[in-house]
């Protein structure tokens, strides 16, 4: 056991002090050691049985104490849903303008670039739910989450999200990157039919490049393959204790 971590004996009256704080008005989940106590209840499946209740509790009170900007959960569905079905229509109408006997190459070009943009946006928390779902994993909210640039998110509902195998967590965390990442190649792949011009190409290709360099540099450090690698370490742990 590495300093500073909780004997598995005291992590009900760890988190009995943290729920109280968080009830109090603190919800700094770090700060507090919350964290720090549910890493430790990965490891175990009895240990998640025992707790994943009352961690799901702390979890969902500090997330609406300190997200104002949410949604129900439906509302998120259909507002991605929307944003995929702009995507089709927006692709659709630049292969329709590429197939006229006079093709229309700005309403080609431009109607696959929004179709990405639109994908990229709809189907990166859609293939989050869905695959949680899949999973067991079920979701409380969409919220926007702060500092800059606003990102949309999904909220899980931890207790279920603990009882999923930490290898179906690190999908579901990959699910949506990877779907993002598509997003540009799939709309990519309709240029020829579309007869887009060169530049809408180059942007569909830029879009794509951009999005994997940014995955590299920073969401392995801050965001969904962060999580995706957190998870898979707990399923390499396990399977080197078990």
């Given at each position: 056991m590495e300093a500073g971590e909780t004997p598995s004996a005291g992590l009900g009256a760890e988190l009995e002090r943290i729920e109280a704080a968080v009830d109090a008005g603190d919800t700094g989940l770090r700060r507090l050691g919350f964290w720090r106590v549910v890493a430790l209840i990965k490891r175990d499946d009895e240990l998640i049985e025992r707790y994943a209740d009352q961690v799901g509790r702390i979890d969902a009170k500090a997330f609406r104490a300190g997200v104002r900007l949410r949604l129900p959960v439906w509302v998120g569905l259909t507002l991605m849903l929307?944003?995929?079905?702009?995507?089709?229509?927006?692709?659709?109408?630049?292969?329709?303008?590429?197939?006229?006997?006079?093709?229309?190459?700005?309403?080609?070009?431009?109607?696959?670039?929004?179709?990405?943009?639109?994908?990229?946006?709809?189907?990166?928390?859609?293939?989050?739910?869905?695959?949680?779902?899949?999973?067991?994993?079920r979701f409380t909210d969409l919220f926007v989450a702060f500092p800059p640039p606003p990102l949309p998110g999904l909220k899980t509902d931890y207790a279920t999200y603990l009882?999923?195998?930490?290898?179906?967590?690190?999908?579901?965390?990959?699910?949506?990157?990877?779907?993002?990442?598509?997003?540009?190649?799939?709309?990519?792949?309709?240029?020829?039919?579309?007869?887009?011009?060169?530049?809408?190409?180059?942007?569909?290709?830029?879009?794509?490049?951009?999005?994997?360099?940014?995955?590299?540099?920073?969401?392995?450090?801050?965001?969904?393959?962060?999580?995706?690698?957190?998870?898979?370490?707990?399923?390499?742990?396990?399977?080197?204790?078990?």
């Open positions: 929307i944003a995929t079905a702009v995507g089709v229509a927006s692709v659709a109408l630049a292969v329709r303008a590429g197939a006229d006997s006079e093709p229309d190459e700005v309403v080609a070009g431009v109607g696959l670039v929004v179709g990405a943009g639109a994908w990229a946006v709809g189907l990166h928390s859609l293939a989050h739910y869905l695959f949680g779902r899949a999973v067991g994993i009882r999923a195998s930490p290898t179906a967590r690190a999908w579901m965390h990959a699910s949506g990157a990877i779907a993002t990442k598509l997003a540009p190649f799939i709309a990519l792949a309709f240029a020829p039919t579309a007869r887009a011009p060169g530049w809408a190409v180059v942007v569909l290709l830029g879009l794509g490049i951009f999005q994997i360099a940014t995955d590299v540099l920073f969401s392995t450090k801050a965001s969904d393959w962060k999580k995706v690698r957190r998870e898979l370490a707990v399923a390499s742990a396990r399977r080197l204790a078990g």
